[in-house]
């Protein structure tokens, strides 16, 4: 089946930044085809490897295919991406399945022509390869950017830190609250300024009003 056209990224190649709309794309993946939009209603993790059957890639899809039940707890989908082929990354999934005792349940999409990598700026247009490519993109249930991340070839993600961020995300999307640095669930959170800097300085205004804590509901 042929691919639908995908767009460009926003301001050509200069990569998704967040607030950005993600781009839709349909291909072909170790679990059937997978359009970008069926994931619309749900917060979706999609992220990128620069190839398969490689120890860093290996180690991440290993724990990612493990904490799958966590991140499915929270209403948040996994989608991976590489360019190898499709018959590559089944190859790769039957490999760690028989070598870690451990079944990838969430679907790879092949890119070999670099097509969706390069929409979502992972790559420019010069690129003759794929190793700039181990970003991660945390796309609300809009199709809208909320964070990215980018790590170098060498070093392998935290699926704890994924978990976390996916989880701080959904926790501070209303904007009643925000998370202060290293929260986990249940921890304090943090309450927007409730004034502005003039009335900060009126008489009696509390001291705190840059940094109210409130427990996490």
């Known amino acids: 089946m042929e691919k639908e056209p995908i767009p460009a990224s926003p301001g050509g190649c200069r990569g998704l930044r967040i607030g950005d709309s993600a781009p839709v794309f349909r291909a072909r993946s170790t679990r059937g085809e ?5 994931f619309r209603g749900r917060w979706l993790v999609f992220f990128s490897h620069p190839a398969d059957f490689t120890p860093v890639c290996t180690s991440e899809f290993v724990a990612l295919a493990r904490a799958a039940p966590r991140f499915e707890a929270i209403g948040c989908a996994l989608l991976g991406l590489s360019v190898d ?11 760690i399945r028989d070598i870690f005792g451990v079944t990838v349940p969430f679907p790879i999409v092949e890119d070999p ?6 929409a979502y700026g992972m790559l420019d247009e010069t690129a003759q390869d794929s190793s700039a490519m181990r970003a991660t993109y945390y796309i609300d249930p809009l199709g809208v950017v909320r964070a990215l991340t980018w790590y170098p070839l060498t070093v ?12 701080a995300l959904q926790k501070t999307a209303s904007g009643e609250v925000m998370t202060p640095e290293g929260w986990t669930p249940g921890g304090d959170l943090l309450l927007p300024p409730a004034t502005g800097a003039a009335e900060a300085l009126t008489p009696g205004a509390p001291d705190d009003w840059f940094y109210r804590i409130c427990k996490d509901k």
Request: hydrophobic fraction near 45%; proline fraction near 0%.
């Open 34 to 38: 997978v359009r970008l939009d069926q």
């Open 156 to 167: 392998g993600r935290s699926v704890e830190e994924m978990l976390r961020l996916a989880t």
């Open 113 to 118: 022509s670099m097509a969706i990598g390069r």
């Open 85 to 95: 082929s499709l018959y590559s990354h089944l190859a790769w999934v039957r490999a």
